[in-house]
């Protein structure tokens, strides 16, 4: 259901074994903020080959296509480090099977995303093949019109939806034709958190 290449390419088979000597292919599911709130982490499962700290890999958006290519981007992952409980433990690598957090990539992910190695698609298998981003059952129902205390704090404002969009992967924001910010949320508790990580 996650892989969207051919049943029989080696990018199949390489996940299908869990193979860390395949081709590249990182699922990214969420995205993490940091402690400053300036940057996130991207929570991700290595189904195949092997994610290092300092490699260039291709980022591949939720909206990427062999039509739409404008949703691949290059990034540098600037290190690695596995999630226990509290505590975060940096690594060097993080062979397939490896649930990891990922530094420096977050600025080309929107809420999910598909890493794979930055030569992907230059070969004779083709691809690259994006997985399937998460689904989810529940609906964004809850709607919350949202607007600065000051007019000037606008930009502030703006900037404060695209980080809480990243976080919570099932909110929504847009901005209705009365020019008022709107987003869109699960519920009264899941709006609650996201006011209070907005605020």
Same mark, same amino acid.
């Given at each position: 259901?996650?892989?969207?290449?051919?049943?029989?390419?080696?990018?199949?088979?390489?996940?299908?074994?869990?193979?860390?000597?395949?081709?590249? !292919?990182?699922?990214?599911?969420?995205?993490?903020?940091?402690?400053?709130?300036?940057?996130?982490?991207?929570?991700?499962?290595?189904?195949?080959?092997?994610? !290092?700290?300092? !490699?260039?890999?291709?980022?591949?958006?939720?909206?990427?296509?062999?039509?739409?290519? +404008?949703?691949?981007?290059?990034?540098?992952?600037?290190?690695?480090?596995?999630?226990?409980?509290?505590?975060?433990?940096?690594? +060097?690598?993080?062979?397939?099977?490896?649930?990891?957090?990922?530094?420096?990539?977050?600025? !080309?992910?929107?809420?999910?995303?598909?890493?794979?190695?930055?030569?992907?698609?230059?070969?004779?298998?083709?691809?690259?093949?994006?997985?399937?981003?998460?689904?989810?059952?529940?609906?964004?129902?809850?709607?919350?019109?949202?607007?600065?205390?000051?007019?000037?704090?606008?930009?502030?404002?703006?900037?404060?939806?695209?980080?809480?969009?990243?976080?919570?992967?099932?909110?929504?924001?847009?901005?209705?034709?009365?020019?008022?910010?709107?987003?869109?949320?699960?519920?009264?508790?899941?709006? +609650?958190?996201?006011?209070? +990580?907005?605020?």
């Amino acid at each position: 259901r996650l892989l969207t290449c051919p049943r029989d390419s080696p990018h199949f088979l390489a996940a299908l074994e869990c193979d860390p000597a395949g081709p590249l !292919q990182v699922a990214v599911c969420k995205l993490f903020a940091a402690p400053d709130a300036k940057s996130f982490s991207a929570f991700a499962r290595v189904y195949s080959g092997t994610l !290092q700290a300092g !490699q260039t890999v291709k980022v591949l958006g939720e909206g990427y296509s062999a039509a739409n290519a +404008d949703e691949a981007a290059l990034a540098t992952v600037s290190s690695l480090s596995l999630c226990l409980a509290r505590h975060r433990v940096e690594i +060097d690598r993080a062979p397939a099977g490896t649930w990891v957090l990922i530094n420096g990539i977050d600025a !080309q992910i929107a809420k999910s995303a598909t890493l794979v190695d930055e030569t992907a698609g230059d070969s004779a298998v083709g691809g690259p093949w994006p997985l399937v981003p998460p689904r989810f059952d529940t609906e964004s129902i809850v709607k919350l019109a949202v607007e600065p205390f000051k007019p000037g704090e606008l930009p502030a404002l703006l900037h404060g939806l695209r980080c809480v969009s990243k976080s919570y992967p099932l909110l929504r924001t847009k901005v209705e034709e009365s020019g008022e910010h709107v987003i869109l949320g699960t519920g009264e508790l899941y709006m +609650d958190c996201v006011m209070h +990580d907005l605020r």
